[in-house]
């Protein structure tokens, strides 16, 4: 079983920046990828970024390029995401994501842990 805790969402103006944080803890090789997702209101839920743990390989939707910066910290397994120049698009509820499989998939069904979400709102 892993367990992960979200923080660090809020409301903040465009142009504006936001740092989340994943506490993972639980089985190590069960979280092999981590990742962020995000749910707007009424939409599906997308891929934001993900890192692979063991090197640190990243990956980001072509939506958060230059702006988002998906991060890991081994000592206090924990993620984190970046997020700079936010635009109210942003908006949504962001959850961190683990699986077992060495490259972090893109698509939230196959995932098998998730946090329980933060609400990042960004105002114009």
């Known amino acids: 079983q892993v367990q992960l805790v979200e923080s660090g969402g809020g409301l903040v103006q465009a142009g504006g920046s936001l740092r989340l944080s994943c506490a993972a803890s639980?089985?190590?090789?069960?979280?092999?990828?981590m990742a962020w997702f995000r749910q707007a209101p009424g939409k599906e839920r997308d891929f934001v970024a993900g890192?692979?743990?063991?090197?640190?390989?990243?990956y980001y939707a072509d939506s958060v390029k230059g702006r988002f910066t998906i991060s890991r910290d081994n000592a206090k397994n924990t993620v984190y995401l970046q997020m700079n120049s936010l635009k109210p698009e942003d908006t949504a509820v962001y959850y961190c994501?683990?699986?077992?499989?060495?490259?972090?998939?893109?698509?939230?069904?196959?995932?098998?842990?998730w946090g329980q979400g933060t609400q990042v709102t960004v105002s114009s």
């Open positions: 890192i692979r743990w063991s090197d640190g390989s990243t």
């Open positions: 994501a683990a699986d077992r499989t060495l490259y972090p998939p893109a698509i939230d069904s196959a995932y098998d842990y």
């Open positions: 639980g089985r190590t090789l069960s979280r092999n990828s």
